[in-house]
């Protein structure tokens, strides 16, 4: 098999340290693993929103789409029920996939529709200059905040897990090797798949040192149990003062929307690129 380079000749324009060089180190390296084990980088799209975040991109030489803000996931659902055999993969930062579109991300894990979603969750609104977004902690200062939020920021997780979703993890992308093995857990799920990766945005919020020192991964967590992955998600409501759990919180195998909708009469599905599942195993 001809063997694709993943570097694209765009340059780089993120901040020195910022988090999503991680992201996009681990996506690479995910990438890499699935051609290895025989899938044809021809099958991924890949999807963005607006915003710092959104220049991933540009950065990786495979099939891709600049979506508009927080339209990510109805951009993807289209790609997939368009040609079910593609690996559609969307990212989206906090503010898009949160404010801007957050109907957008609920209706796709209410529907289970077989995509994945990678929210870099900077807790900012980067691209734009520091503005506090909806999992802003209480008392972010920025720009649109000088005196501090006076919102308690949202818990994505609990959204995602009472919306329906069927994979529910965090990651830092700080823990590259653990953001790599969840990233794969998440592409090769059968369903919608929701990753919230702790991005600090060196520029405008620096949470490094929280994160490097609150963060763990947890391996007492039964992932098919939805009742503590509820438990497991409150542990951290977006202050500095908790620990913060990651890893996958809940996993389950439930009939995909796009299979329900069409029962094996889809316009591409015979002709195009073969389907994830037929090549690479899930990873558990
Ligand atoms: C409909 C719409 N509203 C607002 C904007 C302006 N805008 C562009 S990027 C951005 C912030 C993006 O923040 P986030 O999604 O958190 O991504 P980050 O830059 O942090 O990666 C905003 C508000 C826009 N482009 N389109
Ligand atoms: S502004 Fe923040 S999120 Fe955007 S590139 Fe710079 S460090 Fe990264
Ligand atoms: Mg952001």
């Not at 996506?27 to 975040?53: M, N, R, W």
């Not at 930062?93 to 077989?114: C, F, P, Q, T, V």
């Not at 542990?235 to 929307?257: H, M, N, S």
Request: glycine content about 8%.
């Amino acid at each position: 098999m001809r063997e694709v380079k993943l570097e694209t000749y765009a340059e780089n324009t993120w901040c020195k340290g910022c988090g999503n060089f991680g992201i996009l180190s681990a996506f690479t390296q995910v990438l890499k693993e699935l051609q290895d084990q025989g899938l044809p980088l021809e099958s991924i799209v890949i999807a963005s929103g607006i915003g710092c975040h959104a220049k991933i991109v540009d950065y990786i030489n495979v099939n891709s789409f600049y979506s508009i803000h927080g339209r990510v996931p109805p951009t993807i659902t289209g790609i997939k029920l368009a040609n079910p055999n593609l690996t559609v993969i969307g990212f989206a930062g906090d503010g898009d996939a949160y404010g801007e579109g957050i109907s957008h991300l609920l209706m796709s894990a209410k529907r289970n529709i077989d995509i994945t979603m990678v929210i870099h969750n900077n807790q900012v609104y980067g691209l734009t200059t520091g503005q506090f977004t909806p999992t802003s902690p209480l008392g972010f200062t920025g720009r649109s905040t000088p005196r501090g939020s006076i919102e308690e920021p949202i818990n994505p997780l609990e959204i995602m897990l009472a919306s329906g979703a069927t994979f529910v993890a965090r990651c830092y992308s700080g823990k590259l090797d653990h953001l790599v093995e969840v990233m794969k857990q998440a592409i090769t799920h059968k369903g919608f798949a929701f990753i919230d990766v702790l991005q600090p945005c060196f520029t405008f919020f620096n949470t490094y040192k929280l994160y490097n020192q609150a963060t763990y991964v947890m391996d007492d967590h039964d992932p098919s149990d939805l009742e503590s992955a509820y438990r497991r998600a409150r542990e951290w409501q977006g202050q500095a003062e908790a620990k913060i759990p990651l890893g996958v919180f809940y996993k389950v195998i439930k009939p995909t929307f796009d299979e329900k909708l069409r029962r094996g009469k889809a316009p591409a599905h015979d002709k195009g690129v073969p389907d994830i599942a037929s090549i690479v195993k899930p990873q558990r």
